[in-house]
């Protein structure tokens, strides 16, 4: 069992920098990948970046390669997303997800542990 605490939403321009946390509590954290998911309104929650254990290789939708970057630091049972160059399209409720057994680490399906989400909204 683990909770999970999205935290650093808010609002930014086009262009601009965005910085979002999640607090893992429960369950020892190094035994979940971890990973962001987001919705926007009228659309399917998609994929957006996960991290692995303890490899921590990291995995990224094509949509934001290049512009953001997952990390963990497992001594503060805490995943970050790092979000530059922001275009409007990012405007989402951005999700942190976790799961200690995944098979596909891009699958919504994959992951049993999930937060409220986090509200981010980039402007043109």
């Known amino acids: 069992q683990v909770q999970l605490v999205e935290s650093g939403g808010g609002l930014a321009q086009t262009g601009g920098s965005l910085s979002l946390s999640c607090a893992a509590s429960g369950d020892t954290f190094t035994h979940y990948v971890m990973a962001w998911f987001r919705q926007a309104p009228g659309k399917e929650r998609e994929f957006v970046a996960a991290i692995l254990r303890e490899s921590a290789d990291t995995y990224y939708a094509d949509s934001v390669k290049g512009r953001f970057t997952i990390t963990r630091d497992n001594a503060k049972n805490t995943v970050y997303l790092k979000m530059d160059s922001l275009l409007p399209e990012d405007t989402a409720v951005y999700y942190c997800?976790?799961?200690?057994?995944?098979?596909?680490?891009?699958?919504?399906?994959?992951?049993?542990?999930w937060g409220h989400g986090t509200q981010v909204i980039v402007s043109s």
């Open positions: 997800a976790a799961d200690s057994r995944i098979l596909v680490a891009t699958r919504l399906r994959s992951y049993s542990y």
